[in-house]
């Protein structure tokens, strides 16, 4: 059974900043890519930001140079450190793995959501 369980979601002021976390517990062989993905109210989820166990990493427009994910070092653990946050990246943010439980069995896997509320 796995778990995500993410952390450090809350209220803040624009300009400020936010670090979130995602932690994978259970049976695990190893996690080729988590994610991050937040849902703004009334829209569609969408893409934030992408990482591989490589380290390789991909951001959404909207984020580029202002957030950085980045993994732990016992990958199991992602961060999305958010810096200069805007009232428009409110939204309740997911953790997404891509991940395996035992060779060549992978699945995607998601946490419970925190919620990002940014005040103008």
């Known amino acids: 059974q796995v778990q995500l369980v993410e952390s450090g979601g809350g209220l803040v002021q624009a300009g400020g900043s936010l670090r979130l976390s995602c932690t994978a517990s259970g049976t695990i062989f190893n996690i080729p890519r988590m994610r991050w993905y937040r849902q703004a109210p009334g829209k569609q989820r969408e893409l934030v930001a992408p990482?591989?166990?490589?380290?390789?990493?991909n951001y959404a427009d909207s984020v580029k140079g202002r957030f950085t994910i980045s993994r732990g070092n016992a990958k199991n653990t992602v961060y999305l450190q958010m810096n200069s946050l805007k009232p428009e990246d409110t939204a309740v943010y997911y953790c997404n793995a891509y991940l395996c439980t035992m060779p060549g069995v992978c699945n995607d896997y998601w946490g419970q959501g925190t919620q990002v509320t940014v005040s103008s």
């Open positions: 990482i591989t166990s490589g380290g390789s990493t």
